[in-house]
């Protein structure tokens, strides 16, 4: 869990880093969350926050099973 900056451009995601870079320009907090834990402690930090918070969750894509 951290800060999106040099986080990112380690793992040389250009989707989340454009994702961030817009809402850092539009003044939100960026934070990424990998886990459950991550995902709980960054929306307390967000909640607590005095702007606005942008989350992202990493999923891994799948098929979705319908029907």
């Known amino acids: 869990m ?5 986080r990112l ?3 040389g995601s250009t989707c989340l ?6 809402a850092k320009g539009y003044g939100c907090r960026t934070a990424l ?3 459950a834990d991550d995902i709980r402690a960054q929306f307390k ?3 607590e ?8 969750v990493r999923t891994q894509p799948q ?5």
Not at 2 to 6: C, E, P, Q, R, V
Not at 49 to 56: E, K, L, M, R
Request: aromatic share 10%.
């Open 2 to 6: 951290s800060n999106f900056s040099g």
């Open 9 to 11: 451009a380690y793992q």
């Open 17 to 22: 880093t454009w994702i961030t870079s817009l």
């Open 33 to 35: 969350a990998d886990t």
């Open 45 to 47: 930090l967000a909640v």
């Open 49 to 56: 926050a005095d702007g606005p918070t942008v989350i992202v």
């Open 63 to 67: 098929d979705a099973k319908l029907g």
